[in-house]
């Protein structure tokens, strides 16, 4: 259970993951060596699972998102997994989700441009095991975006 200083850290973290722990400690109200131990443990535990850069799509070249619903030919446990790991490998897919409904997975693709697209989806997208649908729509603008999660 997060208490109010583990919420403080995290929030901290999530707007700036490269603060120092004396900028941290001093934000959250905590000593050094306490907020120190406190990070340690949110690692440990897995609440923190990693640190990383957030790039700038559109500086990488690749502003566009594109996301595909995805319909298998069979909802068997070996076609799924099949699928999973085969999907792990196209690296501009940023994000895959086994979903209820119509289709079996949603994912987020980005790309530079409609042919960087095709390209895509001629030569990754349609070749996963056990594809049977692809239903492609384009994100025409990114009105909103977060990489915080709310700390409740």
Do not use: W
Not at 127 to 146: C, D, E, H, M, Y
């Amino acid at each position: 259970m997060l208490d109010r200083h583990d919420k403080l850290i995290l929030t901290a973290l999530q707007k700036d993951g490269r603060i120092s722990n004396v900028q941290l400690a001093a934000q959250v109200s905590l000593s050094e060596s306490a907020c120190l131990r406190r990070v340690r443990a949110l690692e440990e535990s897995g609440m923190i699972s990693r640190y990383a850069a957030l790039i700038s799509q559109n500086e990488a070249g690749l502003p566009g998102n594109v996301f595909v619903h995805i319909g298998l030919q069979r909802e068997v446990e070996s076609d799924l997994a099949a699928f999973e790991e085969a999907v792990r490998d196209i690296p501009e897919v940023m994000e895959c989700y086994l979903m209820s409904g119509e289709f079996d997975y949603l994912i987020r693709v980005v790309v530079a441009d409609m042919a960087d697209f095709e390209r895509i989806h001629k030569t990754e997208l349609t070749r996963l095991p056990g594809v049977a649908r692809v239903n492609s729509s384009f994100a025409i603008r990114t009105v909103q975006r977060k990489t915080e999660l709310p700390l409740r």
